[in-house]
């Protein structure tokens, strides 16, 4: 089945202690993309990338890495999570970059609360 | 930073109403696509608009891309409790060159369909 996974689903941590969102995605996409959703903000892209190795920064990447060292996965890491980082978190992928002509497939969302 | 206002944020109707949600900006899409999301998962592609002026259908949900391709709307007819969600739109913007590494995204509609 094509789909995009992330782990862990739910995360309780505490502020300063380094994590990871794991992503994988089985349908070879070129893409792949994190967003965070916050009530009354919406969806903002935090980092996407085009390729492997190739990674850019969205609307908001203060406190966010990543990397593609492999086409299927895409990790999200908080050095040092905040507050403020308290979010959902989905990922995404899609066969290229092209908006008007490939579909993005988004995970299930990793919900993210930092004390 | 590019805009895009989606509006009405909140739509409560009974069941067999008729409904239009609309997404609005100042600037210029190369695309834009419309997603339905629902509690705890990912969003959901439901179209993809590219030509200014362009309709399409999906069963009961019609999509209309303004002629000046800065504006969308989607128009449910005869509304169900199935179309309970949350529906957002999101644009690349044409001076970006029209990729998804530049996704905006709208801050949604949350649709309640009462039966």
């Known amino acids: 089945e094509a789909q995009v996974t992330q782990n862990p689903r739910y995360l309780i941590t505490v502020t300063g202690k380094k994590l990871t969102v794991t992503c994988s995605q089985n349908?070879?996409?070129?893409?792949m993309s994190w967003y965070r959703q916050d009530p009354g903000l919406g969806l903002r892209q935090i980092y996407y990338s085009m390729n492997v190795e190739v990674t850019d920064k969205g609307d908001v990447p203060e406190g966010y890495k990543v990397s593609r060292k492999e086409k299927r996965n895409f990790p999200l890491i908080l050095e040092s999570p905040s507050p403020n980082q308290t979010s959902l978190y989905f990922c995404?992928?899609?066969?290229?970059?092209?908006?008007?002509?490939?579909?993005?497939?988004f995970g299930p969302g990793t919900r993210l609360t930092v004390l | 930073t590019q805009l895009l206002e989606q509006s009405p944020q909140f739509l409560s109707i009974q069941e067999g109403e008729n409904l239009t949600v609309y997404c609005n900006s100042s600037s210029v899409f190369s695309s834009l696509q419309w997603y339905r999301q629902e509690p705890g998962e990912g969003p959901v592609l439901l179209v993809t608009?590219?030509?200014?002026?362009e309709v399409k259908k999906l069963k009961r949900l019609t999509f209309q891309f303004g002629d000046a391709r800065k504006d969308s709307s989607l128009h449910i007819t005869a509304a169900q409790p199935g179309d309970t969600g949350l529906y957002l739109c999101a644009g690349a913007y044409e001076d970006y060159g029209g990729s998804q590494g530049n996704l905006i995204f709208g801050k949604g509609t949350k649709l309640s369909v009462k039966p």
């Open positions: 608009v590219v030509t200014g002026g």
């Open positions: 995404a992928s899609s066969l290229s970059n092209y908006l008007g002509g490939d579909t993005q497939y």
């Open positions: 349908m070879n996409h070129e893409y």
